[in-house]
């Protein structure tokens, strides 16, 4: 391998996210070492079952990261007000959607973690801010198991 990187970075397409993730890879020293795989909805098309066209997909190229770059651990990440998933809209809440999206977020990582045994996987949570949501870096918080 002539070179190489330590993270794959799986996370939504959504626009208002860019600054966020851009703050959360230089916060983390991963700018530059980090694999980023940006599709609509981030894990949600992972989860679908590993059968589908859509998840075959997205595991290439978590496969493609691991044999091209060597990488060592997989980053998940989901963020308030999806809107593959429905946004706030279908939850009603903040903390409805929060709870939905993580739990996939956990049944995803499972499931990961069964492909990739020697990988470590990492949840985050992207917050969204209280104002100027295209223009203003959103927050994070890791999730715990
Ligand atoms: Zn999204």
Not at 12 to 36: A, K, Q, S
Not at 114 to 137: A, C, G, H, S, Y
């Amino acid at each position: 391998m002539s070179h190489g990187c330590s993270n794959v970075l799986i996370r939504c397409m959504d626009y208002r996210i860019d600054m966020g993730v851009h703050d959360f890879l230089l916060n983390n020293e991963m700018l530059g070492d980090t694999d980023v795989v940006s599709v609509a909805g981030s894990c949600k098309d992972l989860l679908k079952g590993f059968g589908w066209s859509e998840s075959k997909y997205l595991l290439t190229q978590i496969e493609i990261s691991i044999k091209l770059h060597g990488i060592k651990r997989i980053i998940l990440t989901q963020h308030e007000n999806c809107g593959p998933y429905g946004g706030l809209e279908v939850f009603g809440t903040v903390e409805m959607e929060k709870e939905f999206l993580i739990k996939e977020m956990k049944e995803l990582k499972q499931k990961l973690a069964k492909r990739f045994p020697d990988q470590e996987i990492l949840m985050f949570w992207f917050i969204r801010p209280e104002m100027n949501e295209d223009t203003v870096p959103w927050d994070y918080q890791p999730v715990e198991d």
